[in-house]
């Protein structure tokens, strides 16, 4: 006679492990799906991390071009001032023996000085043209690192996913997802401002 009633032990644990692996199987669909986002995210920001610092980069050789082309200009500038004062110093030369100077002297000193003025002018803006290409190029940069700091919180919350997906864990599956959130955060912030 049995000590007690019988019950299918067999039955009741296949019944027990496909309940877990169906439960199991939803949590790792849950975490697969999490992280395929997340590393859609990480792909958008790490291209626009890169296309961000090519374009940071295309304006900063613009930048120094356009510096190159302001000394130029300041170098011809000075070197109509040299023209200017040896003109300068003809006419002394007359003044100093006590003729007057040919008319030609003031004549191409006055010229000298008034290409001087167009050539400052140009160099300024020159300059000015620099600066602002080089301002844009800096706040490019700046775009530039907050999408890579969105890529490196983006490969980290895939990491946690992956562990999470290891070990069946609930609690690092959401710490994953608040490390992508925060990422996604600081993506679409960069991305509006």
């Known amino acids: 006679m049995p000590e007690g009633p019988e019950v299918e032990t067999e039955r009741l644990h296949e019944a027990i492990h496909e309940e877990l692996e169906h439960e199991g199987g939803s949590f790792l669909k849950q975490i697969a799906l999490s992280?395929?986002?997340?590393?859609?995210?990480?792909a958008v920001a790490a291209l626009r991390a890169g296309a961000t610092?090519?374009?940071?980069?295309?304006?900063?050789?613009?930048?120094?071009?356009?510096?190159?082309?302001?000394?130029?200009?300041?170098?011809?500038?000075?070197?109509?001032?040299?023209?200017g004062a040896v003109q300068e110093a003809a006419r002394?030369?007359?003044?100093a023996i006590a003729k007057e100077p040919p008319p030609t002297y003031a004549a191409e000193q006055k010229r000298y000085k008034a290409e001087q003025e167009e050539i400052q002018k140009k160099a300024r803006e020159l300059e000015h043209e620099r600066d602002v290409k080089s301002e844009e190029a800096d706040h490019l940069v700046h775009h530039h690192h907050r999408?890579?700091?969105?890529?490196?919180?983006f490969q980290v919350s895939i990491a946690l996913g992956a562990v999470a997906a290891l070990t069946r864990s609930r609690l690092v599956w959401l710490g994953s997802i608040g490390v992508g959130a925060v990422g996604i955060g600081l993506f679409l912030l960069t991305i509006l401002g």
Not at 36 to 41: E, P, Q, R, T, V
Not at 92 to 95: E, H, N, V, Y
């Open 92 to 95: 002394t030369s007359w003044l």
């Open 35 to 42: 992280t395929a986002i997340l590393a859609a995210f990480a």
């Open 53 to 83: 610092i090519n374009e940071a980069l295309l304006l900063k050789t613009e930048a120094t071009r356009l510096q190159a082309e302001a000394s130029d200009q300041w170098a011809y500038y000075q070197a109509k001032g040299i023209k």
């Open 147 to 153: 999408f890579a700091d969105a890529v490196a919180l």
